[in-house]
């Protein structure tokens, strides 16, 4: 297990305690819950990428910063991605490894 495994994996445990337990709701409850979560991540990228569009009439916030929080937006995303995975003992990485190899022969250059 890497660093992101197991950061992923202490969250996970949390959320069993904290959210699935403590709260009485079924895994695939949870996993409803976690897709809609994924939307909302989503719309707060898209917010972002907004807010870069406009960033020069937008004065509140400045292209770094925003920069800054859609990466961090991204991240979130991330999470909560594999939290949905983890929820439904998908192995995430390697789906990403599948997939990731896969778009790299779809996308090959021919000769």
Not at 56 to 67: A, F, L, N, Q, T
Request: hydrophobic share 40%; no cysteine.
């Amino acid at each position: 297990m890497d660093e992101i495994d197991n950061l992923i994996e202490k969250i996970w445990r949390e959320l069993e305690v904290k959210v699935i337990k403590k709260e009485k709701i079924s895994r695939k409850t949870f996993t409803s819950l976690q897709a809609l979560k994924v939307i909302e991540e989503f719309g707060e990228i898209a917010d972002m990428i907004l807010r870069l569009w406009h960033a020069r009439k937008d004065k509140k916030m400045s292209i770094e910063k925003i920069k800054k929080n859609l990466g961090k937006e991204i991240a979130d995303t991330i999470i909560v991605l594999y939290i949905l995975a983890k929820s439904q003992n998908i192995d995430i990485k390697k789906h990403l490894k599948d997939k990731i190899k896969f778009e790299i022969e779809r996308w090959k250059a021919e000769p």
